[in-house]
Nanobody, 119 residues
Framework: QVQLVESGGGLVQPGGSLRLSCAAS????????MGWYRRTPGKQRELVAS???????NYADSVKGRFTISRDNAKNTVTLKMNSLKPEDTTVYYC?????????????WGQGTQVTVSS
């Protein structure tokens, strides 16, 4: 069982920056692909960014060049640095831990943290 705890959300003006952090416990952190998702208006979760155990990253087109994901396997943390924030980035952000075991996907989620971009 993996527990994920997010922090760092809040209110920021358009063009501003925020840093989201996710602390993981209860598993071997380094084997998981870690990601940040956000809730869409339709209540689905869309991938924002992910990073594999060896540091390979993937970003949604809407955040490329503005957001940066990183991980520290020694501290069991994953961070999302968000720059040039836009009002449309406003929503709840979730930390995710993902792996495939015996052909089956395994996912764990944090409780979510609110990001609000508004003047």
């Amino acid at each position: 069982q993996v527990q994920l705890v997010e922090s760092g959300g809040g209110l920021v003006q358009p063009g501003g920056s925020l840093r989201l952090s996710c602390a993981a416990s209860g598993g071997i952190f380094s084997i998981w692909t870690m990601g940040w998702y956000r809730r869409t208006p339709g209540k689905q979760r869309e991938l924002v960014a992910s990073i594999t155990y060896d540091g390979t990253t993937n970003y949604a087109d809407s955040v490329k060049g503005r957001f940066t994901i990183s991980r520290d396997n020694a501290k069991n943390t994953v961070t999302l640095k968000m720059n040039s924030l836009k009002p449309e980035d406003t929503t709840v952000y979730y930390c995710n831990a993902h792996r495939v075991r015996a052909g089956f996907p395994i996912d764990y989620w944090g409780q979510g943290t609110q990001v609000t971009v508004s003047s």
